[in-house]
């Protein structure tokens, strides 16, 4: 191993030298000259010089599917530093159970596991699950012809391991990068309006992710709670219901379509005859944003 990387070292007009104290251990140390391009920010790390990246902050969720231990806590590490969520599959099996709950972005998979490989797997997801998620495969075999029969069994890409950070880092991004232009070009609701959600989230697909899911399950509740009232006579609790989904409206941008009748609801002119259809008119613009809310979801 030692005389491989003295060669590739002299073949870039490097050098290698060693120093070793018995007892305590051996230091390999090389130089190899690079010029930097200008205007590159560069950090010293260990006597080398390391690209700064502006990566902090990904709001991406991803899922490393991998047996190796030291291979999970490396990409937890990496994953970690730069702002990612992620969850660990240790096979196959266990990647398709986590992605049939949803959720999740990219996929990084290892080829060789125990229980399903990787390749089997892939095609489980693009079959069975119908999935399209972007799937990029991990593996120590660097071989020729390795990415296209990747590529063939289904894979987006690939990537040898151990893997490198910044090639691993543009791989996620061109994956989220062309999800997110297919969303934007996809939003088109009568109802929704997700200017102001989107303006909140900041680019954080997992708050827009809870946000919505809390909105899908949060106002077939309010109505349900509408009508229980309604059956009481129980005018308060129509009145304190109206007045909290104001807010729940308002962030998803149903407010405007609904404004009128929850003003009438909260604060009614002379009798309450008309809470039944002031209620079922709202729980068909609620119906409908529900639906669309729902289709953002599986979206995002």
């Given at each position: 191993g030692l005389s491989i990387v003295?060669?590739?070292i002299s073949m870039q007009n490097g050098n290698i030298s060693v120093s070793s104290i018995?007892?305590?251990?051996?230091?390999?140390?090389?130089?190899?000259?690079y010029s930097i391009?200008?205007?590159?920010?560069?950090?010293?790390?260990?006597?080398?010089?390391q690209q700064v990246k502006e990566w902090k902050g990904n709001t991406a969720n991803i899922l490393v599917v991998d047996d190796n231990v030291m291979n999970q806590d490396l990409m937890a590490n990496i994953l970690g530093y730069w702002g990612f969520t992620f969850s660990i599959a240790s096979n196959g099996k266990e990647a398709i159970e986590k992605l049939e709950k949803g959720g999740f972005d990219v996929v990084l998979?290892?080829?060789?596991?125990?229980?399903?490989?990787?390749?089997?797997?892939?095609?489980?997801?693009?079959?069975?699950?119908?999935?399209?998620?972007?799937?990029?495969?991990?593996?120590?075999?660097?071989?020729?012809?390795?990415?296209?029969?990747?590529?063939?069994?289904?894979?987006?890409?690939?990537?040898?391991k151990?893997?490198?950070?910044?090639?691993?880092?543009?791989?996620?991004?061109?994956m989220t990068a062309s999800k997110q232009?297919?969303?934007?070009?996809g939003l088109s609701f009568r109802y929704l309006n997700l200017d102001y959600l989107k303006d909140m989230g900041?680019?954080?697909?997992?708050?827009?992710?809870?946000?919505?899911?809390?909105?899908?399950?949060?106002?077939?509740?309010?109505?349900?709670?509408?009508?229980?009232?309604?059956?009481?006579?129980?005018?308060?609790?129509?009145?304190?219901?109206?007045?909290?989904?104001?807010?729940?409206l308002a962030i998803m941008g149903v407010l405007s379509h609904s404004v009128q009748i929850?003003?009438?609801?909260?604060?009614?002119?002379?009798?309450?005859?008309?809470?039944?259809?002031?209620?079922?008119?709202?729980?068909?613009i609620c119906d409908e944003a529900v639906r669309e809310a729902t289709t953002y979801l599986r979206m995002l």
């Open positions: 003295k060669d590739l018995w007892g305590k251990g051996t230091k390999f140390t090389f130089e190899i000259p391009p200008d205007g590159e920010k560069v950090s010293e790390v260990g006597g080398a010089t998979m290892d080829i060789q596991m125990p229980e399903m490989d990787g390749y089997t797997a892939t095609t489980k997801i693009r079959n069975s699950l119908n999935s399209q998620i972007p799937i990029i495969a991990m593996t120590a075999h660097a071989m020729s012809g390795e990415r296209e029969k990747c590529i063939t069994m289904g894979m987006n890409d690939y990537i040898s151990p893997v490198d950070e910044n090639h691993l880092l543009e791989l996620i991004n061109k232009t297919e969303i934007n070009r900041k680019g954080n697909v997992a708050y827009e992710r809870k946000v919505t899911s809390h909105f899908i399950q949060r106002i077939p509740e309010d109505i349900g709670n509408l009508h229980a009232a309604l059956k009481k006579g129980d005018h308060l609790t129509i009145k304190q219901i109206a007045h909290s989904l104001r807010t729940t929850l003003e009438a609801l909260e604060f009614p002119e002379g009798d309450k005859k008309d809470f039944d259809k002031l209620i079922a008119a709202l729980e068909m």
